[in-house]
């Protein structure tokens, strides 16, 4: 049926009116359009004013021979025509919302009924949007439609690589096809660290010409026989195991973007699974591919990891932490130490940081940097700082009550803390209502935490600041973004990472670093604490430079609440 055989048969329509007549019809019975049709509500019939006729992708509505199938008699009569046609996993949603019931329940509520279902042709699997609308002049009557997004959704049109569904499908079937058993293949799943500082940094075009380098030099380094882009900043692909070489995955991990004069260096870190049965699903292949690179830990060590048994336990490990955590904080398994820290010119101690401890029934003492990132990706880090941050002010108080003396006490945020609302609203109330908390209750924010804060969140620290809360920068120097996060926010106190304090008295270069930044953190009104001090070299050079407080076992190793207290008296 053509465009002019729906207008004319448009004009034998009932009377009533309505937009569906200027507008919809036009626009919409067009190229990719499946059907077109409308329902009478008062007894379910249905009638179509466009029936595209299926060539050979899929005969959905030709019969044998054809033919188009437009006989339909009801809404029911074609839903069910349609439903033999979707894929198994979604046909019960299917069954339960394609009735008229719903579907004008859900227009009721939102204006409109749209879906996007998955349908099995005769030679491969399409995407369809199927959209209903009713118009007030004509309550009885739903306005549907379908058409073909397979294209839009299996392509991925900023770099004309696949999208995760084409790249699924079209991965397995050239994996089917690869006869030759000695050639072996992997599959990669990238993650560009640093993307979205880039986007902060430079702005969204430069975001996306970062992207675009990430993918050119993928092509060149490992030549893919396919590849795709899941997301954001994720690509996955599959290559002869002979390009993964050691040299190619680490130039992956030095990149640098250039633009203009401002230079920036990013890495691309590669989770690696070794396809050994094709018949695996490619989307259990990218699962482990991306627990791989989910489970590099430092990345200027090394930008890959290639799956073995050692992620899955691992994996499993973090699983079991977290399905543990709720029930660990309701029995006292977590603890919060204290580590004090000291001024560097009078050695006395001046202020301490809370770190967590746990103490896991099976697992006994687990290290924070194991479960902090599970936490993290598992939504549970904020039940946990927001305990610590009670567990501190608690013994400050309880302290003050007894007139013994007190320190100020930093906890550390989770990035994730400052997106949730009771937490924020809990921290709020807190400086609010105790002067307590605002002098005695510091904040730390990892420096690449601070690289991934939107701009409401970092509303946050402004109001906390204002409120005369001191805000840390913790791990300076370990992140990309080092010298903007300066510029971004006035930071109280900037907290040096290890990384550079490890190498004084090894690397001439760090300890002119060390200078620099200490000089610079004063100019901009922020003092600076050396984390992880542990010798009396260390100590020496640190103290020669200005720094002003020292963080590390060299002094005090992080101890319990009641050895803290000890200490304090
Ligand atoms: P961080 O905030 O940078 O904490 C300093 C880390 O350095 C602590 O590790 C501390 O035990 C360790 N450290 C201190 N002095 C020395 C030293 O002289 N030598 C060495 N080798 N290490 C030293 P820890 O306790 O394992 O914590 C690791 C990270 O976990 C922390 O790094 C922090 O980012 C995070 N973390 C700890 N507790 C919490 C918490 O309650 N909430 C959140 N969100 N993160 C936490
Ligand atoms: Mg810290
Ligand atoms: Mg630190």
């Given at each position: 049926m053509d465009t002019n055989e729906v207008m004319t048969r448009q004009t034998d329509r009932p009377a009533g009116k309505g937009p569906v007549d200027s507008y919809v019809w036009r626009t919409v019975v067009d190229n990719g359009y499946d059907c077109v049709f409308d329902v009478d509500l008062t007894d379910d019939s249905i009638r179509f004013y466009h029936l595209k006729q299926f060539d050979s992708v899929d005969t959905l509505f030709c019969e044998a021979g054809g033919q188009a199938k437009n006989n339909f008699a009801t809404h029911t009569e074609f839903r069910n025509f349609i439903e033999s046609f979707v894929v198994p996993e979604e046909r019960a949603t299917y069954v339960e919302q394609f009735v008229n019931d719903f579907i004008c329940k859900e227009i009721k509520e939102r204006g409109c009924f749209v879906r996007t279902i998955h349908l099995f042709g005769a030679n491969e699997r399409r995407s369809k949007s199927v959209r209903y609308y009713r118009y007030d002049d004509e309550p009885n009557r739903l306005i549907g439609y379908m058409f073909d997004i397979s294209a839009p959704l299996d392509h991925?049109?900023?770099?004309d690589e696949y999208a995760r569904l084409g790249f699924i499908d079209n991965a397995e079937r050239l994996l089917a096809e690869q006869s030759a058993e000695d050639e072996h293949y992997s599959l990669v799943y990238t993650n560009i660290k640093g993307f979205k500082a880039i986007n902060d940094l430079f702005g969204e075009q430069s975001g996306d010409m970062v992207i675009f380098q990430a993918r050119d030099i993928l092509r060149t380094l490992l030549r893919p026989i396919i590849m795709g882009r899941l997301e954001n900043d994720h690509f996955v692909l599959i290559t002869k195991?002979?390009?993964?070489g050691e040299q190619s995955l680490r130039s992956l991990g030095s990149q640098i973007y250039n633009e203009g004069f401002k230079q920036y260096g990013f890495t691309i870190r590669c989770g690696v699974y070794h396809i050994t049965d094709r018949t695996t699903s490619v989307g259990i292949m990218i699962d482990r591919a991306k627990l791989a690179e989910n489970s590099i830990k430092d990345d200027t060590v090394n930008p890959y990891v290639i799956f073995n048994d050692e992620v899955r336990v691992n994996y499993v490990k973090q699983r079991v932490l977290i399905s543990d955590m709720r029930n660990s904080l309701d029995t006292g398994e977590f603890k919060p130490y204290f580590q004090a820290i000291v001024d560097a010119n009078t050695s006395r101690i001046c202020s301490a940081e809370a770190l967590v401890r746990w103490q896991h029934s099976n697992y006994g003492m687990v290290s924070p940097g194991e479960f902090i990132p599970a936490f993290e990706d598992g939504g549970q880090i904020t039940a946990l700082d927001k305990f610590m941050l009670d567990r501190v002010f608690e013994f400050n108080l309880e302290r003050a009550k007894n007139f013994k003396l007190i320190v100020p006490c930093a906890i550390n945020l989770s990035r994730i803390d400052f997106y949730n609302m009771d937490m924020m609203d809990h921290l709020l109330d807190l400086y609010s209502n105790s002067p307590l908390a605002t002098e005695y209750i510091r904040i730390e924010v990892t420096e690449s935490a601070y690289a991934d804060l939107e701009k409401n969140a970092i509303d946050y620290l402004n109001r906390f600041k204002s409120m005369g809360v001191k805000i840390l920068l913790d791990d300076f120097g370990s992140g990309m973004s080092s010298l903007s996060t300066l510029e971004n926010f006035a930071f109280n106190i900037v907290k040096l990472d290890m990384g550079f304090v490890r190498k004084i008295g090894i690397q001439k270069k760090a300890e002119v670093i060390i200078k620099a930044i200490i000089e610079m953190s004063h100019s901009l009104g922020a003092t600076v604490t050396a984390e992880g001090v542990e010798t009396e070299e260390q100590l020496k050079y640190l103290r020669s430079v200005g720094c002003d407080m020292i963080q590390g076992y060299y002094f005090f190793k992080p101890v319990t609440e009641e050895e803290f207290a000890k200490l304090l008296d």
């Open positions: 991925d049109w900023m770099t195991d002979e390009y993964l």
